[in-house]
């Protein structure tokens, strides 16, 4: 009997072949690996299954010597399972920008927290205070390249520069390394999957866009969302345009009240870890 496929790489294979003509389409070819979250959550936990219960029932439900419960989890109000809870990720791109501070101010206020896509070019290197809050807040710092060139279309050696400036910027001002991006237009393929691995950048796209780009209505927006908005999902939604930051609160009220608990891609993943070269999709 041959040897089972794992969820992550069946959802891989029928994710490319469901995708294969918009694949094709934007990039010439279909030679990179794609993942949903809730594969990528599935796949992580039977691995770690057999590891995770030998300490369970080493330790109990005793929390353990640095004041963690015995399932790794610090006890805090973000450490959402998204494998029972009804998750759904909010991602913001192309900032920082002069909307950003308010847009910090409103997630804190309803302890929410999000996935920043950022930019280099008169984004992260003009506002490096932006970062540094948007860090010490416990959102998610992530890679939107440094001057939105579309990755597909554009030598390896500038698109690894591309993004690899965004790292440089991003760990010089906060210490740390971006682990997601997200490639401009979504557009992405062999090439740029190599490049991200080699960068150490798990490449994330998106189920849900309202499309703020081409609206300063902040009610439009809001419905736009709402309307696609399910399960596992990753909204997106960009923090330069001045109808978006003004929609974020009843985009919040409305989630919470259809049970949904937001989170960052991260969380969204876990117990996976973002795997550097993947695609994950919805």
């Known amino acids: 009997m041959p040897k089972q496929m794992s969820t992550a790489r069946r959802t891989s294979i029928a994710g490319l072949l469901a995708a294969t003509t918009l694949t094709l389409a934007l990039s010439g070819c279909a030679t990179y690996d794609v993942t949903a979250p809730a594969d990528a959550r599935a796949d992580a936990a039977a691995a770690d299954v057999k590891a995770k219960d030998a300490r369970l029932a080493a330790a109990g439900d005793a929390k353990n010597a640095d004041g963690k419960k015995a399932d790794g989890k610090d006890g805090s109000g973000d450490d959402v399972d998204c494998r029972t809870a009804k998750c759904v990720a909010l991602t913001f791109d192309a900032g920082p920008s002069e909307h950003t501070n308010r847009l910090l101010d409103i997630l804190k206020q309803e302890k929410v927290h999000a996935t920043f896509f950022m930019l280099g070019q008169n984004h992260v290197d003009k506002r490096p205070a932006e970062v540094k809050r948007i860090d010490a807040e416990g959102h998610e710092l992530a890679n939107h390249t440094w001057s939105h060139q579309i990755l597909t279309d554009i030598e390896p050696e500038e698109a690894t520069r591309e993004l690899s400036r965004v790292q440089d910027a991003v760990r010089k001002i906060t210490g740390k390394t971006p682990k997601l991006m997200r490639p401009p237009q979504g557009r992405t393929d062999g090439k740029v999957s190599e490049i991200s691995k080699r960068l150490g950048l798990a490449q994330v796209l998106w189920s849900v866009t309202a499309k703020d780009y081409q609206t300063n209505d902040s009610a439009l927006i809001t419905k736009r969302v709402l309307d696609q908005t399910e399960r596992d999902g990753i909204i997106l939604l960009h ?27 991260s969380q969204l993943l876990s117990p996976a870890k973002p795997e550097p070269g993947m695609v994950y999709r919805p």
């Open 239 to 265: 923090d330069i345009y001045k109808g978006t930051v003004p929609a974020v609160p009843g985009i919040l009220k409305e989630l919470k009240k259809r049970g949904y608990t937001v989170v960052t891609v």
